[in-house]
């Protein structure tokens, strides 16, 4: 049986390991690499570093900590975060990374989801999504509106529609982040998290709002996710990863346990 | 040393690091002197195999492959290079190699999950491998270990060719082949410790059938 992921996300900036609150006060907290490998050991099933650094030079700066951790840790990670085009995404893909994340990239060029595709299979190609409550409106009927920019900027695109139409253009999996949740600890958005797996046949990883082993498993049970992504549970060794899957898998959900 | 097959629909870098961090010495080659004088061949792949089968056939590399295959030289396939040693894949109506007589099939969209909910597809992620005859590739390693998949389609060869099965909705077929002609659709390089020994397991099984001669 298929086992639920849990992948821990390491927002890197300039070569950092950093974390922010709702896209704002970031602050450094380690190293990207030597994070990876310790996540790798704990048991992570999966990772994602998401580049939040602006500058080109900072560019180089994360290219180099992808091809360093492709050559310590033998699961497989993804990378998000700048990725506006086929260019960018073969980038980090020969660097080494097994996925790449579009976001924000997508929804001003929808296009680069099939390209990716078309030029390194679905199977690569993950389509990122920020997402809003918002009042339900002819626009927006589910009450879920797509945002980008951190959540600063409206895309007037109902989430569940976006979902479907990135599955259609050929993405292979949807990580789906809840800014409302983000960084609250107060658990996953279920609704939303639920509405969307219900609607795509491909998998989604649940974003936003783990404060504890229970939301995950939650995301798992009602939610129906694929795979759950962490940050600051972890990254403060409030849990291990190895604690977050006994509490889980003591709940009957499929978790890889030995590795 | 091994040689990892270079054509354009592999993951070979991902191949070579893990190769690289075992300390077993391996070149990413097509050239057909070395991949005979390699102890052994990984042919990886990712992608699409109607595109994997064009790049193979467009360089010559489908015959100079299945002539080191008739000639016993050990090849490890992995997820692509896995389904095209069979006949055909339903991906893109392609005829692939025909060094194991089989197809490869779409996940049946009907298959369901334990709680009645259709498998989604890509098949992604960690999973167990039950083998169905003993594999040298599998030596030291736990029933219990799970591999990482990533595919759409799912080997079906002649069933005297399942060495291992998974189950996702049902079970299908993720390892087969014959003693020295493995082919295993999840991905080695990228499934941790075990994936690891399992190279390792290939690798010493090269070694051996090289001092055999």
């Known amino acids: ?259 | 040393m091994l040689a990892i097959l270079d054509y354009k629909a592999g993951n070979q870098t991902s191949v070579r690091r893990a190769l690289d961090h075992l300390g077993i010495e391996n070149q990413i080659t097509s050239d057909p002197d070395l991949l005979a004088s390699a102890d052994g061949i990984i042919f990886p792949g990712v992608g699409a195999a109607g595109q994997a089968m064009d790049e193979l056939s467009s360089g010559g590399l489908d015959e100079v492959l299945k002539s080191l295959i008739w000639q016993e030289k050990p090849l490890l396939g992995i997820c692509v290079g896995c389904q095209i040693l069979l006949d055909y894949c339903e991906e893109n109506d392609t005829r692939t190699l025909a060094v194991i007589p089989g197809e490869c099939r779409l996940f049946n969209p009907a298959w369901t999950e334990e709680d009645g909910t259709p498998i989604r597809v890509p098949h992604m992620g960690w999973n167990r491998v039950t083998l169905k005859k003993d594999c040298a590739l599998f030596n030291d390693i736990s029933p219990a270990a799970e591999f990482y998949f990533v595919h759409s389609y799912h080997p079906a060869p002649r069933p005297e060719f399942i060495i291992g099965e998974t189950m996702y909705g049902e079970n299908f077929c993720s390892v087969h082949g014959r003693t020295g002609l493995w082919a295993v659709q999840f991905h080695p390089e990228k499934s941790g410790a075990p994936g690891l020994k399992l190279l390792q397991n290939f690798h010493a099984y090269c070694l051996e059938a090289k001092n055999a001669q």
């Not at chain 1, 927002?11 to 990876?36: M, S």
């Not at chain 1, 800014?179 to 107060?186: E, L, R």
Request: proline residues 3%.
């Open chain 1, 1 to 259: 049986m298929l086992s639920k992921r849990i992948i821990p996300c390491l927002d890197v900036r300039n070569g950092k390991l950093t974390k922010g609150v709702k896209f704002q006060g970031n602050v450094d907290i380690g190293d990207p690499v030597e994070t990876a490998r310790m996540y790798y050991e704990q048991g992570a099933d999966e990772i994602v570093f998401y580049d939040i650094t602006a500058s080109s030079e900072g560019r180089g700066i994360f290219l180099d900590v992808v091809e360093r951790v492709a050559s310590q840790i033998f699961i497989p990670f993804s990378v998000g975060g700048g990725i506006n085009s086929v260019s960018d995404m073969r980038a980090v893909l020969v660097a080494g990374a097994e996925k790449v994340s579009v976001n924000s990239g997508a929804v001003k060029n929808p296009d680069i989801i099939s390209e990716g595709a078309a030029a390194f299979g679905s199977q690569c190609v993950v389509l990122g999504m920020d997402v809003k409550r918002v009042e339900k409106s002819a626009q927006i009927p589910s009450g879920f509106e797509v945002v980008i920019h951190g959540g600063r900027k409206y895309t007037g695109m109902d989430a569940i529609e976006w979902a479907k139409t990135g599955e259609a253009l050929g993405a292979g999996e949807i990580c789906l982040n809840s800014i409302d949740a983000d960084g609250t600890k107060d658990g996953y958005d279920l609704e939303l998290t639920r509405k969307v797996t219900k609607s795509v046949r491909i998998p989604v990883i649940a974003s936003g709002g783990a404060g504890n082993p229970q939301h995950m498993a939650d995301a798992f049970t009602q939610g129906k996710a694929s795979a759950a992504l962490i940050a600051s549970i972890v990254h403060y060794g409030e849990y291990t990863i190895r604690q977050l899957k006994e509490h889980i898998a003591g709940q009957g959900v499929p978790m890889r346990t030995i590795w």
